[in-house]
């Protein structure tokens, strides 16, 4: 199967010019000017970019937590990915307690295995860091699994200890793989949040207050400065907070590989969203929504490249029946928020139309830089040789995001009635259309795993 895009204006992170894209079977053979060859398929890109698919490395399709299940299952949030723009996610693995890292894969692959609509990689989760875990990280390197989250936050589930961070770290530092930090202090927020309970404070906004950002650049900070020690790059992931970003900022000031993500809820979304008593809980998640005055410190954080990716956490729960289990007391609401629909066109918005990034800067947060620190290495790019994961994105169409419109299997939308400029007209997965004109086209099963290459860091 031969398609040619015509017309279009292609935007990568390096350049946006204006060239036909020429897809031979699953990648691009050919970007030239005016391509005539016989095709199966023309598109007419005209008067729209071209850009690689988006990439989103932090999402949990069916994560166990709190007492409860992650609504979208692999087929319907990639479905629903896809519809937003995105043709390849990460999703994290979780190591049972006491188990393997193996085993945490091992769930993983079948819950992804015939049902995911576009390509997909995995993270682990490790939530029991041993000893013996360390010589099963080097093999995972080895086999494309080349990234591991470890936690300072959520004790008795998740958390860590510093030695425990440290050697894993240390093995990483052997193995070219890359950890991940979920960094908020887990323990002392448990003390503030058991007093605001004790005080009376049970409705959502206990859950912004309890989580201080000073709890937050402390960790931060923590785990950079453990990294640095260990000799290892370190990656924070959801960043929500100027103290956070700041400990980043100064240790890439220094020459430090550290690198970090926020996710669009924090550069939208506000602490005061977690108010109007238990309607907040729909906007409970770890770290939590922010005072609106870090957001725009967000914002340069991308502009400088002190934030390299902008991801989702994608983390659905209904409102009804999931997130109501925290009636009464916060801390049983469970954490997280859908977004994996909404990045794109939102980063398009308040990036390129807010008249904040460049065009090519938009690709490289969404695409570009998640490829390389990823090692999705034939992916992100629109050029000959790349997987033909491609959007005809129209940076001029305007459209209203809502729960009753929006294809994540999830009972409400963060961003109901907020109208957003930008939106993929078609989206292509290896070479085959799967989204066209709000058409769905694809099939579940078609997503392949990913075996991804040691990270390429940016700069
Ligand atoms: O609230 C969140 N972020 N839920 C998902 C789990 C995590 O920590 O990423
Ligand atoms: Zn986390
Ligand atoms: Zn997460």
New binding site residues.
């Given amino acids: 199967m031969r398609t040619l895009i015509k017309g279009g204006t292609i935007v990568n992170a390096d350049s946006m010019v204006r060239a036909d894209v020429l897809v031979d079977g699953e990648r691009i053979t050919t970007i030239g000017l005016q391509i005539d060859v016989p095709v199966d398929r023309t598109i007419d890109a005209t008067g729209k970019w071209v850009i690689p698919g988006a990439i989103d490395i ?1 999402t ?1 399709m069916e ?1 166990p ?1 709190g007492g409860t299940f992650a609504k979208d299952t692999f087929e319907t949030g990639t479905r629903a990915a896809a519809f937003g723009g995105t043709t390849t996610i990460i999703d994290f693995a979780v190591q049972p307690r006491g188990g393997t890292l193996r085993q945490g894969l091992d769930t993983w692959h079948e819950k992804a295995d015939g049902k995911a609509c576009i390509d997909y990689g995995f993270h682990c989760i490790v939530s029991d860091m041993r000893d013996d875990l360390l010589p099963e990280m080097d093999r995972l390197v080895d086999e494309g699994v080349t990234t591991f989250k470890l ?1 300072t ?2 004790p008795g589930v998740f958390l860590s200890d510093d030695g425990a961070i440290f050697k894993a770290m240390k093995q990483s530092a052997h193995n070219g793989g890359l950890i991940m930090m ?1 960094a908020e202090n887990g323990p002392v927020i448990d003390v503030v949040a058991a007093d605001l309970v004790a005080r009376g404070t049970t409705d959502p906004i206990g859950h912004g207050l309890a989580r201080y950002s000073i709890f937050e650049g402390e960790a931060t900070n923590r785990v950079i400065r453990l990294a640095q020690a260990a000799g290892a790059p370190v990656y924070i ?2 960043l929500s907070a100027r103290e956070a970003l700041n400990a980043v900022r100064a240790a890439r000031d220094e020459g430090l590989p550290a690198f970090a993500e926020t996710c669009p809820q924090y550069l939208f979304l506000s602490l005061d969203d977690l108010g109007h008593g238990f309607e907040g809980a729909k906007f ?3 770290p939590p929504l922010r005072p609106a005055d870090h957001q725009d410190e967000l914002w340069k954080g991308l502009v400088h490249d002190d934030l390299q990716v902008v991801s989702t ?1 994608h ?1 659905p729960f209904d409102f009804h029946g999931q997130k109501e289990l925290g009636r009464g007391d916060f801390r049983k609401i469970p ?3 859908p977004g994996v629909e909404d990045r794109v066109d939102l980063i398009h918005d308040g990036g390129v139309a807010g008249g904040r990034i460049t065009p090519s800067r938009f690709v490289e947060i969404v695409s570009t830089a998640p490829a390389r620190l990823f090692g999705l290495t034939r992916k992100g790019v629109v050029g000959a040789g790349f997987d033909a994961d491609l959007v005809v994105y129209d940076p001029a169409r305007r459209h209203t995001i809502s729960a009753s419109t929006h294809h994540m299997d999830v009972d409400y939308s963060c961003y109901e009635g907020r109208e957003v400029q930008g939106g993929s007209d078609v989206v292509l997965s290896r070479g085959k259309v799967i989204v066209e004109g709000g058409q769905w086209l694809g099939k579940a099963g078609d997503g392949r795993f990913i075996k991804r290459e040691r990270s390429s860091f940016l700069r």
Avoid: E, K, P
């Fill in positions: 932090h949990h994560l937590f936690f936050a959520y979920h992931v959801h409970v998640c770890s956490d983390c954490n997280g928020l």
